[in-house]
């Protein structure tokens, strides 16, 4: 779970680095992969009683917050007028 998230935010600046929109949208594209990776992981700590309902709620309160954030900015960095396609 510690390598996940590590990696959202390393994929992040990572990207930032980069010297074109689509290089940084990519490696957004990573960061919400690791998202998806840690929800899994989340969910399975319950099933094995590692976390509460409680705990697993907030986790993926905080989550999908942070999955909505990457989401906008790689869809800005994408299309950064905002025109329709």
Request: aromatic fraction near 6%; charged fraction near 25%; glycine fraction near 4%.
């Amino acid at each position: 779970m510690r390598r996940c998230a590590v990696s959202i935010v390393s994929n992040i600046a990572e990207g930032y680095a980069r010297s074109t929109r689509k290089d940084y949208a990519h490696f957004l594209s990573n960061s919400l992969g690791s998202c998806a990776e840690l929800e899994t992981q989340i969910l399975l700590s319950k099933e094995f009683n590692f976390l509460n309902e409680e705990q697993v709620k907030k986790l993926l309160t905080n989550l999908e917050e942070v999955g909505k954030m990457l989401t906008v900015i790689r869809k800005k960095l994408l299309n950064p007028l905002g025109v329709k396609v």
